[in-house]
């Protein structure tokens, strides 16, 4: 990888806020986290962050009935400061972000409509 070039990995709300249910998830979440910031040291001058989306609505959730699927988005969309579940565009723009501004390293961006203050 050229130095100039940098790594995005993508973690996930569930590493900083805990749910019932989810612990292996929220377990490597959190690795993510770890990993990156360690790497952003290991790989210098490679920079290294992290997304973490929040619930966006992506073909992940295809396989749930389709009238569930939009309950469970309206029911965390009414919880949430934005009021709305995310868009994969949304975590783009935050991936770009990142590959972009060569003063960030091991950092996280929460794109999660501020779901882990709720
Ligand atoms: N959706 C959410 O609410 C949410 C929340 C927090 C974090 N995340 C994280 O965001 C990431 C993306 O999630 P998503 O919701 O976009 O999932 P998704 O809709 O299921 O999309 C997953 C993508 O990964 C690709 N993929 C899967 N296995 C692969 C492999 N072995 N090699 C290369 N590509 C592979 C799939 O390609 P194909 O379509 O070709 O199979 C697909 O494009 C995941 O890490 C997830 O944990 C998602």
Request: glycine share 10%; no cysteine.
């Amino acid at each position: 990888m050229a130095s100039q070039g940098s790594l995005t990995l993508v973690s996930g709300v569930v590493a900083f806020k805990s749910d019932e249910g989810i612990s292996s998830l929220a377990a490597v979440n959190a690795a993510i986290v770890g990993l990156a910031q360690t790497l952003a040291l290991e790989l210098s001058p490679v920079r290294v962050n992290v997304v973490s989306p929040g619930i966006i609505d992506t073909p992940a959730r295809a396989g749930m009935p389709e009238q569930d699927r939009r309950a469970f988005y309206q029911n965390i969309a009414q919880q949430l400061p934005v009021q709305k579940v995310g868009v994969a565009e949304e975590v783009a723009q935050g991936i770009l972000f990142l590959m972009d501004n060569t003063f960030t390293t091991g950092t996280v961006l929460h794109v999660d409509g501020g779901h882990r203050l709720v």
